[in-house]
């Protein structure tokens, strides 16, 4: 054995075998805290962050390499925790998002240098997803955005993370590698809803009080009716509220389904009802309104006796905290969210929506990507459209990327929607089932959110939402029985085509 081939096979026992429990592993350790702190003692605190994030990135790269279930995971761990870091400082927390993202859709292409099989992302939703994200790009050329920066800024929100739908759908080669993503995603909501629970029972620590209070408009949004609503590691209560309300649904869907095991359905019921709790002490009004919303939409798919009952009675209970009086800040805000004529932010929304359609009907392209919001008020404060509030993702299309663009944009989430109740119909494994008609219901609950809220380009949820996108197309793979219908039914179809042509022959 030669001397290279030796101290590699040195290094795998001590790595892969022994998992550096050894001499190495441990003067490894020493070694890295060592340098971390020299580097926190001599440059400061963020230096040493910086270093230990350079230490880890290599080998977490090479796994991510290997694995894209790990680097899908790394996404959501980002996605969650984005809004976080910025409480602490200026951090390029999303530029690593973005590097990420496309480190893997690289190892994608590199992997299929030699498989040569693009079979895992042809679906109609991806044909809808490409034309969306093509229209996007061209929006560079449009005559009428006021900076090439804007559009530089709002593509990455709009179209790149959507690089993640195709690397979902490469990743997910097996229903267990679909159901641990789910499984993961539940985690980390279920984390964000016992630290808003925490937040409300405990009071807000000192450093996110200060963070709050540092921004009067900032204070002025989350401090309301009295009492400090909840926002958990986010930036706002709305984003929190509405990651709440359509996982909690979610995990709602999965624990009525009979395919899970009792106490994987025990689970899933008592962490919906920390998110809805949570959610709650929000005090949002948009996600009190996907609740009921999500639950009809359920109803409406499955059209069973006992899901029809427990809707009954959710119902019942709900119109029954409706109409109750009560002084409870947190029941009066949620009771608001039913009674829209006396919200004077539906109101100003409505007015400024009723003022932007005939400039949206006289520019089919739009005012460019990133004309309005807070890119507008970066990269042209002096237009017009940068003090618009959109205040809802269909709005914010029409008016960036004109009627064209919004058209393309409903195309591929109905598609998305079509395309999860086609499946979820014809499947038949109750696992893979129950599966479906939750996800549906995710898509259903954003495609309703997207009308007051811009709430799909924002993190987590639009890594949800692209990771919901990839399972519908892939879910349906690994049910034998709806491959065997399916192969039938091409079979069948090419027999009448060649009877047809021999009768044609024939005549």
Not at 81 to 110: C, E, H, N, R
Not at 212 to 230: F, H, K, M, N, T
Not at 309 to 317: D, E, Q, R, T
Not at 347 to 358: F, G, H, L, T
Request: overall charge neutral; some cysteine.
């Amino acid at each position: 054995m030669s001397q290279s081939a030796s101290i590699s096979e040195y290094f795998r026992t001590k790595i892969v075998v022994e998992k550096l429990n050894n001499p190495l592993g441990f003067a490894l350790i020493i070694g890295i805290t060592s340098m971390l702190g020299l580097a926190i003692g001599s440059l400061g605190l963020k230096m040493g962050i910086l270093l230990f994030c350079a230490i880890v990135a290599v080998p977490l790269m090479i796994w991510v390499f290997i694995n894209e279930q790990v680097g899908l995971a790394v996404c959501l761990v980002i996605g969650f925790s984005i809004q976080l870091s910025y409480k602490f400082g200026d951090y390029p927390v999303g530029t690593l998002l973005d590097g990420l993202t496309m480190f893997m859709v690289l190892a994608v292409f590199v992997k299929q240098i030699q498989k040569q099989d693009w079979s895992f992302a042809k679906s109609p939703i991806s044909y809808y997803i490409m034309g969306w994200m093509g229209y996007s790009l061209i929006q560079v050329l449009n005559p009428n955005a006021q900076s090439i920066l804007a559009w530089v800024y709002t593509v990455r929100s709009m179209t790149l993370l959507i690089l993640l739908y195709f690397v979902c759908c490469y990743a997910f080669n097996s229903l267990e590698r679909i159901k641990w993503i789910l499984k993961f995603t539940i985690f980390l909501t279920l984390l964000a809803a016992l630290y808003g629970l925490k937040q409300e029972w405990m009071g807000l620590a000192d450093w996110e009080r200060v963070w709050l209070y540092s921004d009067p408009l900032r204070a002025e949004l989350i401090v309301q009716w009295g009492r400090e609503r909840v926002f958990s590691i986010f930036s706002d209560p709305t984003t929190f509220g509405i990651l709440m309300a359509y996982m909690a649904v979610f995990c709602v869907v999965l624990g009525m389904g009979s395919a899970f095991k009792p106490w994987q359905r025990v689970v899933l019921m008592l962490s919906a009802a920390a998110m809805i709790l949570s959610m709650m002490y929000g005090g949002s009004r948009t996600p009190v309104v996907l609740i009921p919303a999500g639950f009809v939409f359920y109803v409406i798919l499955t059209m069973r006796t006992d899901i029809m009952i427990f809707a009954g009675v959710f119902f019942l209970f709900g119109g029954a905290l409706m109409m109750k009086g009560t002084s409870n800040p947190v029941i009066l805000r949620v009771q608001s969210a039913f009674n829209p004529s006396e919200d004077a932010s539906f109101e100003v929304r409505e007015k400024s929506q009723e003022m932007i359609k005939p400039f949206i009907q006289k520019n089919p392209f739009g005012a460019g990507m990133g004309t309005t919001g807070i890119w507008g008020r970066r990269f042209s404060p002096n237009h017009w459209l940068a003090a618009f509030p959109p205040d809802s993702g269909y709005v914010r299309v029409a008016v960036e990327m004109g009627w064209i663009g919004l058209i393309l944009y409903m195309a591929m989430l109905f598609k998305i929607q079509q395309q999860g109740v086609y499946y979820y119909v014809r499947v038949k494994d109750p696992q893979i089932k129950t599966i479906y008609l939750g996800l549906n219901v995710i898509v259903f609950l954003l495609i309703v959110a997207s009308f007051p809220q811009e709430i799909i380009i924002l993190l987590p949820t639009s890594i949800i939402f692209y990771i919901s996108a990839a399972a519908i197309v892939r879910l349906k793979d690994y049910d034998p029985a709806f491959n065997e219908a399916i192969a039938a039914e091409q079979e069948a179809n090419l027999n009448e085509e060649e009877s047809a042509h021999e009768l044609a022959s024939t005549d």
